[in-house]
């Protein structure tokens, strides 16, 4: 038949204008976020480390502090802690059956918080040790990040790790 007289036509000037279509510009429009390029590529230091630090530990014991983010994920995602719920005043809506049977989405609340909390506390960690802080507040600095690292990791695997951390595949490989 002559349909296939003019099949190769036809894919020949689909591919092609598919090639050119797909030949876009890829530039980020700046629309709706903040985009910034740095000139070193790193962090801007902290003006007072030892005070950011202080600030740090604050944050963290007040993250651990509430039985919202961590202490939910730890506790009432097991059976070490069930949450009474009688009714339908004290359920809260089901989050915490939801925790306790692992039957939460990324959009659950105090997944959300508890992901936002740590991370921003490895940040700030991360802000302090690029600041070339004394001896002292380094040591603290990197045992803040890595105890905040350690709960990502346990609560949120797989946890996307950086390229400053090179225990990726050790992690991976347990």
Known sequence: MNIQKYMKPVFGSIFVLVGLVGCTNLEIEETDSIISTATDGGFTPVANPASSLSDLYNKVGGDFATQETMYAMSEVTTDELLIPTRGTDWGDNGIWRQLHTHTWTPAH??????????????FRA???IESNPDAAVLAEAKYLRAFNMFFLMDFLVPYPLGKWMKVQK???GC
């Not at 609340?109 to 490895?122: C, G, P, S």
């Open 109 to 122: 609340l105090f997944i959300k918080n508890a992901w936002n909390n740590l991370n921003q506390n490895v």
């Open 126 to 128: 991360s802000e302090i």
């Open 170 to 172: 050790l992690i991976q």
